[in-house]
């Protein structure tokens, strides 16, 4: 019983104290301010600048398409400098970037800011992940795992506040909700300076008879390593399946099935607490890469079925539907704790120390290009064939999972021997 007590599964959610435990806090006030804004940055410029839906769509497509770009240079800067200093700046960004939300008042401007707001997102998850590798070491994924699941009550809390605010309605009361935002980021940012601010690792000389220098043959180490652009590749289309909560599972219920329109909210729940309780437990067992490739294996499984559940909710009752829905969420869930579990195996065991930043910028490059093409094809292909769409789509993600054991054996087969350093974790000697 005690296993199972709330202070000993709380436990199980904090690291250590130290480096570590900051790092996770860091990242619940980050993500409270997170959940914050996504639920007000649309609402804001469309009920309280005046904007058209249109427009403000335009504008956050763009600015996503151009922070495509800054992925990778991000994540090669936080390996050429040290991983703390590119975060830190990230969270400067963000909490610029968030208070300038509150001086748009056309669509240019609206532009630009939130380029500037996802450019820092984009040089935030790379540097982040750097950073992780260093404060975590041996115990990276398993903090990772904890970091993720303390992240989402981040989120819930987050939007519990944003709800308030949005309930209210006023313009005052979204301005206060921006300015939080801003604030928490600005707090990530503080906590930060805990953290020992670690220098860059050495790089490797080029091999003999390259004719490379060092900075050339690792500028592009990542492009090099054709297990990891294959994994990328793979974990870059199967991110789709965040997306399906975030924008196919409301449109469903409320357009192509019966269930009542609370199910959204019952969905959302149900995702929210099922990572909080197995993040950790399920993904405490995946470390290796041969963990990791399982761990895809089991996503693609139980993505597949959470999608043939769905489908079963259009033609049926109120309440059968309701029952399918909470049967594919529990699926989906699962299926989205494995591949996140899978993922952190393959992008903490597949890189190169040193160029960690860089290998998760490519990661991040390829999530963000699935991210940014995935509305059309799931609202548009997907959704448009109905229950054989999410069929279809279960069949995708099977089929993606099921490459995963391949692609740890491949992985582990092609990894240069890296020389021990004793000087991995250390910090700089000076500390900002």
Known sequence: MSALSPLTFAKSLIPEAGAQRVYVTSSFVGTVGGGIMMPISVLYFTRIVGLPTARVGLAFTVSSLIAILASMPAGTLADRIGPRRVVMGSLAGLGASGLAYLAVQGFWTLLVVNACMNISFAAYFPSVGALLRRVGGENTVTIRSQSRAVSNIGVALGSLISGVGIQIGTETAYQVLIVLFGAAQTAALLLLFRVPDYRPLPRPAPATG??????????????????????????????????????MIPVWIVSHTDAPTWGVTAAFLINTALVVLLQVRLGSGVQTLTDGGTALRRSGTALLLGCAAISLMAGVSAWAAVLALVAGMVLLTLGEIWYSAGSFAFEFGLPPAHAQGQYQGLSGTASSAVRAASPVFLLGVVLGLGSLGWIGLGVIMLLLGLTGPALARFGARTRPAEPDDDTAGVPAPHHA
């Open 210 to 247: 390259t004719g490379r220098t060092p900075a050339v043959a690792t500028r592009r180490a990542a492009l090099r390593d054709t297990a990891f652009v294959l994994y990328a590749l793979v974990g870059g289309a199967m991110t789709v399946q965040v997306l399906v909560l975030e924008i």
